[in-house]
């Protein structure tokens, strides 16, 4: 059964750097390409960044690049996202979501409950 458990969310100030954790136990985990989604109050998802089955091939959207960092660790079934300079507009429940190719596809197929993170000063 995939598993996909987010942490790492809560109140965060205005330039924080929180860091986003997804534990995935239960599928073959460096068999896939991983995807952090968003979704913010009043708005659609947002596919946020993604990483290919070993790391090799990476996607940020224009939104975080440059602020955010995903990674992985095979070894561990952890998928992180490390957050930087965080703004306002950053507010959302952030979804880790498992993709069925080891490339990036942009289509998961299995979605974690989520974890919350509010920018508030």
């Known amino acids: 059964e995939v598993q996909l458990v987010e942490s790492g969310g809560g109140v965060v100030q205005p330039g924080g750097s929180p860091r986003l954790s997804c534990a995935a136990p239960g599928f073959t985990f460096d068999g896939v390409a991983m995807t952090w989604v968003r979704h913010a109050p009043g708005k659609g998802l947002e596919w946020v960044s993604a990483i290919s089955w070993n790391g090799g091939s990476t996607y940020y959207a224009e939104s975080v690049m440059g602020r955010f960092t995903i990674s992985r660790d095979n070894a561990k079934n952890t998928l992180d996202l490390q957050m930087n300079s965080l703004k306002d507009e950053d507010t959302a429940m952030y979804y880790c979501?498992?993709?069925?190719?080891?490339?990036?596809?942009?289509?998961?197929?299995?979605w974690g409950q989520g974890t919350q993170v509010i920018v508030s000063s």
């Open positions: 979501a498992k993709d069925p190719t080891t490339t990036i596809a942009g289509r998961p197929d299995s």
